[in-house]
């Protein structure tokens, strides 16, 4: 079970690009996204828990002790949100050197965990039998 937590964790952390871009002109951050790859340090499995009757538990997310920014970034990417200016007139980007203004602007949901979830369901039986014969396959 604690190979199916990493797997987890893998693919969602997979599904954050890396810390840098030259396509936006903006250090540290990723094309087409608003938040810096960091995020992806702050995704961690969790211990296997029993439940009782057979069924197991691993949780993976945002680890405890992440920065309540990372929460907020996590929350943005996955849903999707408008950010608006809190202590300004309108929202200051560089972008290749060019200053843009905006009153707000929409950060499209990108389903980064959702779709990592999706994808280890159907890819867990496949984990725990690779697993399994990794630690079993030579006493078959």
């Known amino acids: 079970m604690p190979a199916v937590g990493r797997s987890v964790r893998d693919l969602m952390r997979a ?18 996204y608003a938040a810096t790859g960091r995020m992806k340090n702050t995704i961690v499995a969790g211990p296997v828990e029993e439940r009782g009757d057979g069924v197991y538990a691993v949780r993976v997310g945002l680890m405890r002790g992440a920065r309540k920014i990372d929460y907020i970034k996590a929350h943005v990417h996955e849903r999707g949100a408008h950010i608006y200016p809190v202590r300004a007139k309108s929202l200051r980007f560089v972008i290749n050197g060019e200053v843009i203004f905006a009153q707000h602007v929409w950060i499209r949901p990108k389903r980064w965990a959702s779709s990592a979830w999706d994808e280890a369901i159907v890819r867990t039986p496949e984990i725990l039998r690779q697993r399994f014969m990794e630690m079993y396959g030579k006493y078959r």
Not at 16 to 31: E, K, Q, R
């Open 15 to 32: 599904r954050i690009p890396p810390d840098t871009s030259n396509t936006t002109g903006m250090p540290y951050v990723f094309p087409g």
